[in-house]
């Protein structure tokens, strides 16, 4: 018999391998089978998920160092946790988009003093829902890049060790923010609050988890912190200002958004007033 991971033979009394560690299966795929798999990984306490979760929390140091190090059957690995925190919050998006959709749009409104910028704003959501998976993993290595220029004197990780520094880290501030999003588009001005508060969240998780990894005074997190979001505004500006060249050469483009954009509200109060 051999392993079905890495071919190694295997003696017929063997539950795992002894090459690559992997669990023997020796019986059909049952539902059962599938519920219990996924009982393990994210029901059970005793589950990589949930200790992976707290420990981020409790000692970020051990889930990334260990990951850095070698550790990789103590805690979810780095893009399993990535593809976690994506597909929980591609669910939050459909959730938020098919039952509450009034959440974002009392946001848009709040915050654009003009019907114009109101759609404006819509159709660029709407294009961030479309591209958020790539949205995401762009914005990791860009971050990774900021980070390790802020700490540009400091050797104690290279790129791709920040690359897995900010995997981890973003991932984690994604899980949160979004199950705080779930319950927050329950009430429109709830929402509008937490809208505002979740960037701010970000920045303390950050904060806390490079001050753990760095062993930084309280001074030095909030200068090298205001170091990282001094560099994101400068990026920022040259993202906006590519924006702008991009929407000045499709204008006829962003036109035509908006204005179905306006015929799709006239639409709906054409719609309400007959129902009236």
Known sequence: MECKNCSQLLESSDNYCNNCGARVIRNRLTTRKLWDDFSTQFLNYD???????IAMFRDPVSVIDGFIGGLRKKYVTVLSYFAIAVTYAGFYTFIN?????????????????????????TASYQFIIEYQAFIFFLTIPLLA???????????????????VINLYTYSQASIVITTIGFFAQLDPATFRVFSFLALLLQ???????????????LLKIILKTLLFFLIIVVVYILLIVLAVVYMMLFTDLL???????????AAAYV??????
């Open 203 to 217: 920045i303390l998780y950050f904060s806390y988890v490079l001050k753990k990894l760095f062993q930084l005074s």
């Open 271 to 276: 719609v309400s007033s007959a129902m009236n």
């Open 255 to 265: 036109q035509k958004t908006m204005e179905a954009e306006r015929l799709k509200r």
């Open 97 to 121: 988009q098919k039952f509450f959709p009034e959440a974002y749009q009392s946001l848009f409104e709040s915050v654009n003093s003009s019907a114009e910028h109101t759609e404006l704003s």
């Open 47 to 53: 589950n990589r998920f949930l200790r992976t979760f």
């Open 145 to 163: 890049v900021i980070s390790r220029l802020v700490f540009l004197r400091n050797k104690k990780y290279n790129y791709a060790e920040h690359l």
